[in-house]
T-cell receptor, first 111, second 108 residues
Framework: SQTIHQWPATLVQPVGSPLSLECTVEGTSNPNLYWYRQAAGRGLQLLFYSVGIGQISSEVPQNLSASRPQDRQFILSSKKLLLSDSGFYLC??????????FGEGSRLTVL | AQRVTQPEKLLSVFKGAPVELKCNYSYSGSPELFWYVQYSRQRLQLLLRHISRESIKGFTADLNKGETSFHLKKPFAQEEDSAMYYCALRPYGQNFVFGPGTRLSVLP
């Protein structure tokens, strides 16, 4: 069966420091991969999605970037974190059609 | 542009009472609609999708194209139903669009 792992679960970083959140999927090949940000009262905001290795689409301009170095690995990064980057980040995967499967999330606090 | 609205941020009901979480969407094509649920300390997961036409944990949702709605209903709420619920639209060939979510609190 397919599983999705996301880490770290929580992260506290100072302003200006770099960020790397990692997500891996097991049990499937060539999944569509997504990074969302979940904010109270605002639902889920799609940040990035990828349909294949090295293929990244950005939905909103921001201080973050994403990379897909391997078929089942998706990384969310920043070179210099801002206070406004604090939040709850979700990785998800889907087959070409069908539902989304979510990771457990990463809570980022920027101080 | 496609959009999903959930008018209630918080909905509180007593155990055993009926519950309805409202969801409306805007999309000119044939919609694919979902309800996702997030229980405390658990990951976001699919509750049901309209094409399945099934009842999960006693919940049902009917697509009403005339009213562009996909309300989630359960005749008798249980305390374990307390969670965050998101309605989502998947336009054909595009990414999911999520509503802002409704927090359901079922009181004893």
């Amino acid at each position: 069966s397919q599983t999705i792992h996301q880490w770290p679960a929580t992260l506290v970083q100072p302003v200006g420091s770099p960020l790397s959140l990692e997500c891996t999927v097991e049990g499937t090949s060539n999944p569509n991969l997504y990074w969302y940000r979940q904010a109270a009262g605002r639902g889920l905001q799609l940040l990035f999605y990828s349909v294949g290795i090295g293929q990244i689409s950005s939905e909103v301009p921001q201080n973050l970037s994403a990379s897909r170095p391997q078929d089942r690995q998706f990384i969310l990064s920043s070179k210099k974190l801002l206070l406004s980057d604090s939040g709850f980040y979700l990785c998800a995967w889907s087959p070409n059609t069908g539902e989304l499967f979510f990771g457990e999330g990463s809570r980022l606090t920027v101080l | 542009a496609q959009r999903v609205t959930q008018p209630e941020k918080l909905l509180s009901v007593f155990k055993g009472a009926p519950v309805e979480l409202k969801c409306n969407y805007s999309y000119s094509g044939s919609p694919e609609l979902f309800w996702y649920v997030q229980y405390s300390r658990q990951r976001l997961q699919l509750l049901l999708r309209h094409i399945s036409r099934e009842s999960i944990k006693g919940f049902t949702a009917d697509l009403n194209k005339g009213e562009t709605s996909f309300h989630l209903k359960k005749p008798f709420a249980q305390e374990e139903d307390s969670a965050m619920y998101y309605c989502a639209l998947r336009p054909y060939g595009q990414n999911f669009v999520f509503g802002p979510g409704t927090r359901l609190s079922v009181l004893p």
